[in-house]
């Protein structure tokens, strides 16, 4: 895989230092749902270190230790703004 790169000003870019795959992933890996192609990557329960932020984003910074739990919620699209953040 490439090296990641910020794209919005709100990115954050982290160095894992640990991962897990979940249920869902395994649907996926154990072909029950076969919509894995090369090159995909599994695992998206990390947790680790900020390297890098974007120029918007001012809740990190650099050398903070993060967890990414499976849900990551945006705070602005139509279901953020509703309180369903899961969507």
């Known amino acids: 895989m490439p090296d990641p790169k910020i794209e919005h000003g709100r990115d954050a870019i982290i160095k894992v230092t640990a991962c897990a795959i979940c249920g869902s992933d395994l ?3 154990d072909g029950v ?4 192609e090369k090159g995909d990557v599994l695992g998206h329960e990390t947790m680790g270190e900020v390297v ?3 120029s918007e984003n001012n809740k990190l910074k650099v050398g903070d230790r993060v967890v990414v739990p499976f849900r990551i919620s945006c705070g602005e699209c139509f279901f ?3 309180g369903f953040f899961s969507r």
């Open 52 to 54: 890098e932020v974007g």
């Open 33 to 36: 749902m076969p919509t894995m």
């Open 80 to 82: 953020c703004k509703k």
């Open 27 to 29: 649907h996926l890996f």
